[in-house]
Nanobody
Framework: QVYVAESGGGLVQAWGSLRLSCAASEENFSFYGIGWFRQAPGKEREFVSAISGSGETKRYSDSAKGRFTISRDNDKNTVFLQMDSLKPTDTAIYYC????????????????WGQGTQVTVSS
């Protein structure tokens, strides 16, 4: 069982920045790919970004590309999502998840999920 927990959400104005963190309990953290997903009210959960266990492979959704940066510190069992130039359309609950695949964009390939952190971007 791997426990992951998100933090760093909050309220920010448009064009502002937030840095989300995903902390994991697993000692073999580098074995896991980590994905970020988000879910806005009334919408399905969607892929945002993912990173392989080594950190060498990174993937972004079209909406995140150029504005968000994913990174990881395996010594601290933590993955970060730096979000810049935020838009009101980025408002959602953001979830991180751990899975065996490397930097997958597919929701069903992730096994362990956090509870989510709310990101609200005001116009």
């Amino acid at each position: 069982q791997v426990y992951v927990a998100e933090s760093g959400g909050g309220l920010v104005q448009a064009w502002g920045s937030l840095r989300l963190s995903c902390a994991a309990s697993e000692e073999n953290f580098s074995f896991y790919g980590i994905g970020w997903f988000r879910q806005a009210p009334g919408k399905e959960r969607e892929f945002v970004s993912a990173i392989s266990g080594s950190g060498e492979t990174k993937r972004y959704s079209d909406s995140a590309k150029g504005r968000f940066t994913i990174s990881r510190d395996n010594d601290k069992n933590t993955v970060f999502l730096q979000m810049d130039s935020l838009k009101p359309t980025d408002t959602a609950i953001y979830y991180c998840a751990a899975g065996w695949n490397t930097a997958s964009a597919t929701l069903s390939e992730y096994v362990y999920w956090g509870q989510g952190t709310q990101v609200t971007v005001s116009s």
